[in-house]
């Protein structure tokens, strides 16, 4: 209550007209139908014209309340046109300058009435807005948002009032100033959905097309963040027309070339009118393109002068580029974070990111031109939200419809360009902060970046083309391990290990292409793309050269009936890495041959069975150096896998020789062809190593062993041949080949290093087991290809369309390596010497890979003795501590030997020999020995009868003592006192007991 309210209070004819408005007002409370209300306004307008000459109405709350209440939209118009001649009155009595202040009191029930009038209403209405609210000029503007809210409704195209409405709006503006009108309009277009039609209409009808946006900037208002959000508001509406009309706006009112926007407000409103392709509205697109290409509504060409071109798609090209490009990408950024990192999203906002890309591509101007910047937001966005949302079938199947709509390289492609700037970007970022700074930061660390494929080749569709798995997949593990090699210095260890075991998984997903016998599939790359091979030749990365290489032996796996060609490291050795059971393969088809590396020797090696033939055809081992011409005087040409294992066998090389093995080393060899020096007075004792290495075993263990892992792999790839007449070319071509002693290559030589010289077993253990399996796999190739040619029958004339297709398997090494090796070195020996030394009381933690590789060492060598004379030569020493732990050593390798899981047919050989040796040797103190051994054991178990081989603490093996032992027996059989073993019948029983 006021003052003027107040001393009105002293007037007893006020007093009684306020009991007067309290009794009418006690009549609302008693209304129950529509019609007692009618009475009550009446009631009321009878009081407040009875007295007119108060120009203060009493108790105006509840009032505004009450007439409120009567305009409520499902009341008939009978009850609003009655309240709102209640208002008429009220407002005659107060005049402008209270209606100004109680403004709020009273709008409160008039503004919403509009939308829901009756035809009959509306004009009364309107005549109040324009005879009452017209005149409180810029005193409306506290309430000039509620206003429009409250007249737009009217601006209904072909409505009889729209005129009138349009009218009333336009001297609204003019009231209250151009700017205040239009900062209200949008707060209401932001609140109001209602309202957005009708006023962005509005906007577009006083909008001066002749004019630019500079010329009307009261369009935009006293709040241009306001106008933006509006704008992006209205674009995303549920209408079509509400869209339209927005996107009408935004064409003229923030061109991309001259918008009065900052950058910021620009993505922003590009960000959601991007969301208008989810319609798949042509009418909606159309306005869209045109805003991003530089063109109106009505396809005329926009942006400055200087720049327009006549033909509209070079304009459409220059201007995207110029102009919108840039907006776009960050836009689509945005719109990838926002759902890929958002706390909370349901399944379609999840699925809409990839959905507008989907659109985009439809459209050859900008999709494709985008998607090189966006794609791995796409990547790390798909994996985000596959980690936290729950519904993962829609959303990978959505994802796999954007892959598929790429060109079959282009993911892969992109996948490794990537891949190589992440090793650019960590080189330049380690160069700038120094290799010992730990807070480095790039855009993608390499590691992450390795999840992310690890992550896209688990949920994309590889089956959808053949090609990528023939072709693009191995161009991609090309390029990564090309990448990796030149890299190599920069690149901290543990993202050596997972881009190794990334390298991995891509091989576990490559299928061999089938060729024809004739031809041979060879490295090629997509058109425009650069060859992985001519990019790492102008890197000019050298290769590792080591200095007096030595000869080394060719490596394999074990022969075929003890595990297959794709089978991985030996058994001991677990990898993280998935995928070691599935060797499938690709290779690329295309012309040209790739480079072989710098001290690599390409030997070839094939096996092949037919495929629904019984026939079994074998391609026998076949030497191809670079520059080699075949027997039909064309030039060799080297499959994709061919070159991936290469490229394999250098970066392996490098590894070695940056982290392994001493750098200043040199292995003693004899490039004329004499024997190799392995022995220890030439190495030294393996015991003493360098150890001033900069990294520790710990940290460079993994990665050697995942490297190792891949080289195996690359080397059991298998190849699919379509056969023809070739058979005669393979019984040549073996000829040649296992006739010759061929010098191992280099990496083999670095990896023998590595066999030597690691400074802890556990590197040693991995370099050995390397060597083993590819030992075997080579004799397994040369078994099968041996059996294959002796029965092979007479060439006969084969076409491919005979279903007879040849699996070809190429090991790394030739027959020729290996025997140059077993004749001309002492590398088994030498192996065979650091595995021994390796069973010590002292290393109780190598003692079960040391028995595996010694076992498998043993059944690889093409002779026994050899691993059987490093043994019975310590047993036999003229040294009795020597003797003593030879001994101790032996037991540890007979009794892990009866743990391990071994194929007989696998594993044939046993140590026969030196069981006859050490009963030969054994001297007459440890015969003695295990007389006074029985004696005890005798006494102490009278009431046992049988002794077991565990009850003996001389550690000896019982079978290579069983004669021994019963020798024993019968000495202490007559020394003891035991009643129990004076009977002849209980002895046997006891001696059998032991030795069974």
């Given amino acids: 209550m006021n003052t003027e309210e107040l001393e009105l209070l002293s007037d007893s004819k006020y007093r009684n007209y306020v009991a007067a408005i309290d009794k009418a007002l006690k009549n609302f409370e008693y209304s129950s139908e529509w019609a007692d209300l009618i009475s009550a306004l009446g009631k009321l307008n009878k009081v407040l014209q009875n007295n007119a000459k108060y120009q203060v109405v009493p108790k105006k709350l509840t009032i505004g309340k009450r007439l409120a209440q009567c305009l409520h939209p499902a009341l008939p118009g009978g009850v609003h046109r009655k309240a709102l001649e209640t208002y008429e009155i009220i407002f005659k009595i107060i005049g402008p300058k209270r209606l100004a202040k109680d403004l709020f009191l009273y709008s409160s029930g008039l503004f919403p009435l509009l939308a829901n009038a009756a035809m009959s209403v509306k004009p009364t209405l309107l005549s109040l807005y324009e005879i009452y609210y017209l005149p409180l000029g810029k005193t409306l503007k506290p309430g000039l948002q509620g206003l429009l809210t409250g007249i737009l409704p009217g601006l209904e195209e072909g409505s009889e009032y729209y005129e009138r409405t349009n009218t009333l709006l336009e001297k609204v503006a003019a009231a209250v100033d151009q700017s205040a009108f239009y900062s209200a309009l949008w707060g209401s277009l932001l609140t109001s959905p209602a309202v957005r039609l009708p006023g962005i209409t509005y906007v577009l009808a006083h909008l001066n097309r002749k004019l630019s946006m500079e010329d009307q900037l009261y369009i935009i208002g006293s709040d241009i963040e306001l106008m933006v959000e509006a704008v992006s508001t209205s674009v995303q509406d549920s209408s079509v027309l509400v869209q339209r009309s927005t996107l009408d706006l935004i064409l003229f009112c923030f061109p991309f070339h001259m918008s009065q926007a900052t950058r910021p407000d620009m993505i922003r409103i590009l960000s959601a009118a991007l969301h208008v392709v989810l319609r798949r509205d042509m009418s909606l697109n159309r306005r869209l393109y045109a805003w991003l290409l530089g063109f109106d509504n009505n396809g005329a060409v926009v942006g400055p002068r200087s720049t327009r071109h006549s033909n509209p798609e070079e304009h459409a090209t220059y201007y995207f580029t110029t102009f919108s490009k840039e907006l776009l990408v960050q836009a689509m950024v945005g719109i990838l974070q926002v759902n890929g990192f958002g706390e909370e999203s349901t399944l379609m906002q999840d699925l809409k990111p990839f959905r507008i890309l989907i659109s985009l591509l439809d459209k050859p101007e900008l999709g494709p031109v985008i998607l090189e910047d966006v794609l791995i937001e796409v990547f790390r966005t798909l994996y985000s939200q596959c980690k936290i949302t729950k519904k993962l079938t829609e959303l990978i199947k959505t994802a796999n419809l954007l892959f598929n709509s790429f060109e079959p390289y282009y993911m892969w492609d992109y996948v490794a360009r990537w891949f190589e700037e992440c090793c650019r970007r960590t080189l330049h970022t380690r160069l700038q902060i120094g290799p010992g700074d730990s807070s480095e930061s790039s855009e993608l660390q390499l590691t992450n970046f390795c999840l992310l494929v690890d992550f896209l080749l688990d949920i994309v569709s590889l089956e959808t083309y053949i090609e990528i798995q023939t072709e693009h997949l191995p161009q991609l593990l090309l390029r990564m391990v090309s990448a990796l090699t030149s890299h190599l210095q920069t690149l901290h260890l543990s993202e050596l290990t997972d881009s190794l075991r990334l390298c991995s998984k891509i091989l576990s997903k490559v299928q061999p292409p089938l060729l024809s016998a004739g031809t041979g599939s060879v490295l090629q790359f997509p058109s425009g793309q650069p060859s992985a091979v001519k990019e790492w030749e102008e ?69 092949a069975s037919t495929v629904g033939s019984e026939e079994t055809i074998i391609q026998p081992p076949s030497i191809v150096t670079q520059g080699t011409a075949t027997r039909s005087g064309k030039t060799a040409q080297k499959t994709a896998m061919q070159c991936c294992l290469e490229y394999v066998q250098q970066f392996l090389t490098r590894l070695i020789s940056l982290y392994v093995i001493q750098s200043n080393s040199s292995l003693a060899s004899d490039h004329q062809g004499e024997t190799s020096k392995w022995d220890r007075d030439s190495q030294g004792d393996i015991k003493e190593r360098n150890l001033s290495k900069q990294k520790t075993t710990k940290e460079y263990l993994s990665a050697f062993l995942a490297a190792c892992q891949l080289f195996l792999e690359c080397s059991s790839f298998p190849v699919y041949i379509a056969e023809g007449n070739h058979t005669s070319e393979l019984c040549s071509e073996k000829l040649e080949t296992d006739c010759e002693h061929v010098q191992p290559p280099q990496w083999l030589q670095t990896l023998m290093n590595a066999c030597n010289q690691a400074d802890d077993f556990s590197v040693q253990s991995v370099a050995i087991s390397l060597v083993m399996d590819l030992v075997g796999l080579t004799q397994s190739v040369a078994m099968v290809t041996g059996e294959n040619i002796n029965s092979m029958e007479p060439a006969q004339p084969l076409s491919p369309n005979q279903g007879r297709v040849a699996v070809v398997i190429r090991p790394p090494l030739t027959q020729g390596n290996l025997r140059y090796i077993v004749e001309k070195t ?9 595995l021994w030394d390796q069973l010590g009381d002292g290393t ?89 051994q029985a004696i005890l054991k005798c006494r102490a178990v009278s009431h046992t009868h049988q002794i077991s081989l565990q009850s003996l603490e001389y550690p000896v093996p019982l079978p290579f003592i069983g004669p021994l032992f019963i020798k024993s027996l019968l000495f202490a059989k007559h020394h003891s006192t035991c009643q129990g073993y004076r009977n002849e019948h209980v002895f046997l029983n006891l001696s059998f007991s032991i030795f069974t």
Avoid at 871 to 890: G, N, P, V, W
């Fill in 826 to 834: 002492e590398f088994f020996k030498h192996v065979a010497l650091i």
């Fill in 539 to 607: 890197k000019k990365v050298p290769s590792v050269s080591l200095e007096n290489p030595i000869e080394v032996f060719e490596d394999g796996e074990n022969p075929p009936s003890s595990r297959s060609s794709e089978s991985g490291f030996t058994e001991f050795i677990q990898y993280q890495a998935d995928g070691t059971d599935d060797i499938d393969r690709e290779l690329s088809e295309g012309q040209g041959a790739a480079t072989i590396p710098i001290g690599s020797t390409s030997s070839e090696t094939e096996t």
């Fill in 844 to 932: 109780p933690q190598h003692h079960q890979k040391s028995v595996e590789l010694f076992y498998q060492l043993h059944n690889l060598v093409p002779s026994s003795s050899i691993c059987e004379d490093v043994i019975s030569h310590q047993l036999t020493h003229k040294d009795k501590k020597i003797r003593m732990e030879a001994h101790a050593k032996f037991a540890v390798l007979w009794h892990l030997t009866r743990d391990l899981h071994i194929n007989k047919s696998s594993f044939a050989r046993s140590f026969d020999r030196l069981e006859i040796k050490i009963y030969k040797f054994c001297d007459a103190k440890f015969i003695c020995y295990l007389k006074i």
